[in-house]
Each structure stands twice: as C-alpha cells, then as structure tokens.
C-alpha cells in the first residue's frame, strides 16, 4: 500500500465518520515523514476529521457567548470526551507537516456533518420518514444548532486546498445554514412523511438500535 502511496501528490485521509480509519492515517502520515529524503515530488496530506474535536470549546469571551470561533483559534479548541482520538489525529497532522514544508504539506479539515449524495448522519431520520413513520423523532429539546455541510461543498474544499495550498493549515468547513436539530427533522417530516415530530429523551434515543453511538454523538 505504501508504494502506491508515495505515487500519489494528494492523499486524503477521512476519519470524520469511521474512527478505525485513524491508525491508517497516522501510520500513512507518518511512513511518507520518514522518508521524505527520498520523495523527489512535494506531497500534499489532507486529515478530514470532524467538527467534534470542537465541541466543549469554551466560549473566547463568557460575556458574549455568540463571538464565534475562527481557525486561528484551533488551539483553544476542546473535543467531545469520544473524538479525544481525533483530535491527537490533527495535532499529529499539523506537527508533522511542519519539519519540511516544501516536501510536505499537511492540513486538517475539520467538517461540519456532511449531507446530500446518500446520507450517513441523518440517514436514521430520512429512512424513518420514508417508511411512513406517523412522527420523527427528536433527540433532546432538539434546539441546540448543528453544524453542516454539503459532501459537494467539502469535496470543493478538498480539491481547492490541493490546487492552492493555503497558508492556512487548519480549517473549518461548514456552511452558514445554523439550523437546530429539530429544524432539520422537521423539514424531513414535512417533505417525506406527515410532517409530525415528537421530542423523545436522549436515554430513548440512544436506545434506538439503528443509532451508533458515534452518530448520536455528532446529532447532539
């Protein structure tokens, strides 16, 4: 695998959905690190990671909790107690790109949760609605905001990181939607199915065997 590895310019790790695929990236990154004496061709080494490695951030000023974050503000950033593994991820990510810029470049893209051009995260609520459920359900109040973005959007990050190589080693990729979770279930409701939603526990729902604990994680 390796040696088909050190062929390609770009290589694109995404441990934003499957956390198994976190070791791979690492040793990926790391095998192409000790050998950079030998690549004659600069590499380019994108992380997709998750919004998740964010998630306990504490606001930049407690008085004014809507001041929002940037991407020089990545080092102040707090993961959710399960992402504590992608978060070494992307500070192993940013360390290593940092010994020998002009044979790699490596950057972290931190994705809101990905929609459009079949579903993971929100595949529960879309397959529910299609099955003629007489209500979705929603996880908790339903009001705290999630983060999204199109999978074509992040794919147009993506590609535009490997042309430009930004300056910019760490960036957030979400959209400006800022809807709530009920918002979200809401809208599914109405186009797929009665347009009913009902609030359950989130002790119910992490009873939902269709729900991973990773995609309940991402939702709240």
Same mark, same amino acid.
């Given at each position: 695998?390796?040696?088909?590895?050190?062929?390609?310019?770009?290589?694109?790790?995404?441990?934003?959905?499957?956390?198994?695929?976190?070791?791979?990236?690492?040793?990926?990154?790391?095998?192409?690190?000790?050998?950079?004496?030998? #690549?004659? @061709?600069?590499? %380019?080494?994108? !992380?997709?990671?998750?919004?998740?490695?964010? =998630?306990?951030?504490? +606001?930049?000023?407690?008085?004014?909790?809507?001041?929002?974050?940037?991407?020089?503000?990545?080092?102040?950033?707090?993961?959710?107690?399960?992402?504590?593994?992608?978060?070494?991820?992307?500070?192993?990510?940013?360390?290593?790109?940092?010994?020998?810029?002009?044979?790699?470049?490596?950057?972290?893209?931190?994705?809101?949760?990905?929609y459009g051009a079949?579903?993971?995260?929100?595949?529960?609520?879309?397959?529910?609605?299609?099955?003629?459920?007489?209500?979705?359900?929603?996880?908790?109040?339903?009001q705290n905001i #999630?983060? @999204?973005?199109? %999978?074509?959007? !992040?794919?147009?990050?993506?590609?535009?990181? =490997?042309?430009?190589? +930004?300056?910019?080693?760490?960036?957030?990729?979400?959209?400006?939607?800022?809807?709530?979770?009920?918002?979200?279930?809401?809208?599914?409701?109405?186009?797929?199915?009665?347009?009913?939603?009902?609030?359950?526990?989130?002790?119910?729902?992490?009873?939902?065997?269709?729900?991973?604990?990773?995609?309940?994680?991402?939702?709240?």
């Open positions: 695998m390796f040696e088909h590895l050190i062929e390609c310019d770009v290589i694109v790790y995404d441990i934003s959905v499957d956390p198994d695929q976190i070791d791979e990236a690492i040793w990926a990154l790391t095998e192409i690190h000790s050998e950079l004496e030998k #690549i004659e @061709t600069p590499k %380019i080494f994108i !992380l997709v990671s998750s919004v998740m490695t964010w =998630a306990k951030s504490k +606001p930049l000023d407690p008085e004014d909790p809507e001041i929002p974050f940037t991407e020089e503000d990545y080092r102040r950033r707090k993961p959710h107690p399960n992402f504590k593994e992608h978060i070494n991820a992307e500070k192993q990510v940013i360390k290593l790109g940092k010994t020998n810029k002009s044979k790699l470049a490596t950057y972290v893209v931190a994705s809101g949760l990905t079949g579903e993971n995260l929100f595949h529960y609520f879309l397959k529910t609605a299609w099955h003629n459920a007489p209500e979705l359900k929603v996880f908790g109040n339903g #999630i983060p @999204t973005i199109h %999978i074509k959007d !992040l794919a147009a990050v993506i590609q535009n990181i =490997a042309d430009g190589r +930004p300056k910019t080693r760490y960036i957030v990729a979400v959209d400006d939607s800022k809807n709530t979770l009920e918002e979200i279930v809401k809208v599914v409701s109405q186009k797929l199915s009665t347009g009913k939603i009902k609030s359950v526990t989130k002790e119910e729902a992490l009873l939902i065997k269709e729900i991973k604990q990773n995609e309940f994680d991402h939702l709240m």
